[in-house]
């Protein structure tokens, strides 16, 4: 979440690959704690990587975009962002998850003329290392999904074309 080694990823991802036809943000952390025993710090993490790392990383890679006329922007986002709110404890990841459901509409708009499509993707309950991390040992896993099960939306997200009607929040 650094600007300066989110540029140098950028540009090294150029360097290599000549072009930047996807880019998906899907780095998260979440800690559980109630409100009232939230740290600072913690929160600030939690922003930090949830919120900030994707800004940023769309910061970069807009202008490459736009030079190529064309890309796909996918913010992964999680139903903690919803009018239901999150799990108790989870208050920080939904509050950046909605904050980035509002970056991702936000830039739709701004590039909406420019052949990127901005969407988010709620893949549901997903068992990822994090979750696993945690939840309690008798945590209910049912109704959750493993990480492969994700794939195929991305890639479907991934390759809609930027016209105006593709930003959408599935």
């Known amino acids: 979440t650094d600007d300066e080694q989110v540029r140098a990823m950028v540009q090294a991802a150029m360097a290599a690959f000549g072009r930047i036809d996807v880019l998906v943000n899907n780095a998260a952390v979440t800690l559980r704690p109630l409100i009232k025993d939230t740290e600072p710090r913690h929160f600030q993490l939690i922003l ?3 919120l900030l790392g994707p800004l940023l990383t769309c910061k970069y ?7 190529q006329r064309g890309g796909s922007i996918i913010n992964v986002t999680s139903a ?3 009018s239901r709110g999150g799990e108790t404890g989870g208050a920080a990841y939904a509050i ?8 991702t509409m936000s830039l739709a708009e701004e590039v909406r003329r420019s052949g990127i499509a901005v969407n988010s993707l709620d893949p549901g309950g997903v068992i ?3 979750a696993l991390a945690t939840r309690p040992r008798d945590f209910d896993w049912s109704g959750r999904v493993p990480v ?3 794939g195929p939306s991305a ?3 991934a390759l809609k074309s930027g016209e105006p009607e593709s930003a959408a929040v599935l």
């Open 155 to 157: 890639i479907a997200l």
């Open 128 to 130: 990822t290392e994090g």
């Open 80 to 82: 903690a962002a919803g």
């Open 148 to 150: 492969s099960a994700v």
């Open 48 to 50: 930090r990587v949830n």
């Open 96 to 103: 950046t998850k909605s904050g980035l459901n509002q970056l």
């Open 61 to 67: 890679v807009v202008p490459i975009m736009e030079a």
